[in-house]
């Protein structure tokens, strides 16, 4: 299972869930700032996510040192987002360009008590401004499954945020020698 947001019908006030609009605009009194990374601001990004999928008992599928390989080689297609509170970083976002219209989010999470304010919800609606700035149509929020089961409350919260479902398949081909 598979989540997006459809940009052209994205609409804050009538695709987001009432609780997550609050928390939007919680950020937004805050003044919490959202922003493009640079590549030393990468490892601390990356560090968030770890140990936001930690508390939470998720493994990460690469670890930092064949993320930044994959990052090197693929320069053009990676974009990384921050969520600043003053200077301090609270929340990121590791995304990949797809294609010219879909923006994928690989990776993203929060520090640990911030889940009051849900910076994770204000980073979604910041990343959905940027695809709207940027022409992507699509912003692809992952997978809401491993191995076809779903995590219902992956699923949830994506809706929530006003992600879409659809299916997302694995196809894989096999070489005979």
């Known amino acids: 299972i598979n989540q997006f947001i459809d940009n052209k019908k994205y609409d804050l006030n009538k695709t987001v869930k009432y609780g997550n609009r609050k928390n939007i605009n919680k950020c937004l ?7 493009l ?32 390989i994959m990052i090197n080689n693929f320069k053009d297609n990676f974009i990384i987002f921050g969520l600043f509170e003053e200077e301090f970083m609270i929340a990121s976002a590791f995304c990949i360009k797809i294609s010219s219209k879909i923006l994928y989010v690989f990776y993203w999470g929060e520090l640990d008590g911030y889940e009051k304010i849900s910076p994770i919800s204000y980073l979604s609606y910041e990343l959905t401004n940027f695809c709207k700035e940027n022409n992507y149509q699509i912003l692809d929020l992952g997978t809401s499954s491993k191995d076809s089961i779903p995590n219902i409350g992956l699923i949830n919260f994506k809706r929530s945020l006003g992600g879409k479902i659809c299916n997302k398949f694995k196809l894989t081909k096999l070489i005979k020698h």
């Open 37 to 68: 990374l640079k590549m030393n601001q990468y490892r601390t990004a990356y560090e968030i996510i770890k140990f936001s999928r930690q508390r939470k008992n998720y493994h990460l599928s690469m670890n930092w040192d064949d993320l930044i």
């Open 29 to 35: 009194k805050k003044n919490l700032k959202f922003e």
